[in-house]
């Protein structure tokens, strides 16, 4: 799978009190005027200082305070109508693949988000080769859609230009760590982190910079101040758990995926993660349950039918396992995953929950279909029986 920035102390000069018992049109027009200048010149300290006009600065200032809030949908549909007035505005821009990004991380089915994001910033980066806040964007969504040489390029040119820009220097170090280099990504994060702007992003980096150095309590201390910036933004505590798993704290952990339940009561992806979670804890009445709930709300999820699968299995119930992952199998065919993609154990464990259970037509269609896939040179994984076919079910395979 990356903006509280610090809220600025502006400070202004007291207007100047008039004399008059009543406004006149001119004044009361003046206050309204200044009053969006205000509206703007905060928006733009808070994020990147992008010198873009606007079009229409309440429009930016609502779909800047609708991502505050986390209501990613709205600050998605806002910021595309102010980029359609404007599309020369970075901050628009900025606004629109931040919202598109995050959600990508909130819920199982968004990754399309993440190349939506990467699309629209790759559209304005042509058009306005010049304008360094568009290509930081752009450089910083490249990142984010898993294209970390592409991103540092770009990012390197804005920094050549401007060395203060503090979202390409963040997607600078995020490409660096990508590619193995942690320390030179941690100093980048580190820098970034020193200025009031993108401290969103910056304190998201440098968690992941220290995670990847593997000081894992700094890496919390970062993602806890990014959460205390944003305590609405889902991924962020997605983010916190998986830091906890990596010390062992499956409190920790279990705490941050209620807390995605409680700004999200339907997240499928905090009910998988509890269940998975559930399941290490060897707690498996408590893994099903969430398990269950999974594939309740997202019944075309094959990983959650796998998930669900793995937990009837490990409990003993196998006519149970071998319908959730005849499910999970069965899925993935129907939605064309491509064959080196596809999560093998649905038909491994399948075919063991129909031998345990004596079933051989079960246990040969399964074997079958995973033979076929497994004719891809792309496939790395083995189930293999004697030339006869499985112990107990050669009379099975001679009639197929």
């Given at each position: ?36 200048f205000i509206s703007w010149n905060w928006l733009g300290r808070q994020m990147s200082g992008v010198s873009a006009p606007a079009a229409n600065p309440n429009l930016l200032a609502t779909a800047f305070q609708a991502f505050e809030r986390g209501e990613l949908d709205n600050a998605v549909n806002l910021s595309r109508q ?285 074997y079958n279909e995973f033979r076929a896939m497994a004719a891809d040179p792309a496939v790395q994984e083995t189930w293999t029986y004697p030339p006869e076919g499985p112990p107990g079910c050669t009379a099975a395979a001679a009639g197929t």
């Amino acid at each position: 799978m990356r903006v509280q920035r610090s809220h600025s102390r502006l400070t202004f000069r007291k207007q100047r009190r008039r004399r008059s018992g009543c406004f006149s049109f001119a004044v009361l027009s003046g206050l309204l005027i200044g009053a969006a200048f205000i509206s703007w010149n905060w928006l733009g300290r808070q994020m990147s200082g992008v010198s873009a006009p606007a079009a229409n600065p309440n429009l930016l200032a609502t779909a800047f305070q609708a991502f505050e809030r986390g209501e990613l949908d709205n600050a998605v549909n806002l910021s595309r109508q102010l980029l359609a007035q404007t599309p020369d505005s970075a901050d628009a821009l900025a606004v629109l693949t931040r919202a598109l990004i995050y959600r990508s991380y909130a819920d199982y089915n968004r990754a399309a988000d993440r190349q939506a994001a990467r699309q629209l910033a790759a559209e304005a980066a042509e058009r306005y080769a010049s304008n360094r806040n568009i290509q930081a964007v752009y450089a910083y969504t490249l990142q984010v859609a898993g294209q970390p040489v592409e991103a540092a390029k770009v990012a390197q040119k804005v920094l050549d230009a401007d060395p203060q820009n503090t979202l390409a220097r963040i997607a600078m170090g995020l490409a660096y760590g990508s590619v193995g280099s942690f320390e030179i990504a941690l100093r980048e994060s580190q820098e970034a982190a020193k200025t009031p702007t993108w401290q969103l992003e910056s304190q998201r980096a440098l968690a992941i910079s220290y995670s990847d150095m593997g000081d894992y309590a700094s890496a919390i201390e970062a993602i806890e101040r990014a959460i205390r910036l944003h305590p609405r933004l889902i991924p962020l505590y997605f983010e916190r758990a998986l830091y906890a798993m990596q010390i062992g704290d499956a409190d920790a952990a279990t705490a941050a995926y209620f807390q995605v339940l409680v700004v999200d009561p339907n997240n499928v992806k905090a009910r998988l993660r509890l269940c998975e979670l559930s399941s290490l804890l060897r707690e498996h009445d408590a893994a099903v349950k969430y398990c269950s709930e999974v594939t309740e709300r997202a019944p075309s999820f094959a990983d959650g039918w796998y998930q669900l699968g793995l937990e009837h299995f490990l409990k003993g119930d196998f006519q149970a396992a071998q319908t959730a992952l005849r499910r999970c199998s069965s899925l993935q065919v129907m939605q064309n995953v491509p064959v080196s993609e596809r999560r093998f154990a649905c038909w491994y464990l399948q075919g063991q929950a129909a031998e345990i259970l004596g079933d051989c037509p079960g246990l040969l269609a399964a074997y079958n279909e995973f033979r076929a896939m497994a004719a891809d040179p792309a496939v790395q994984e083995t189930w293999t029986y004697p030339p006869e076919g499985p112990p107990g079910c050669t009379a099975a395979a001679a009639g197929t």
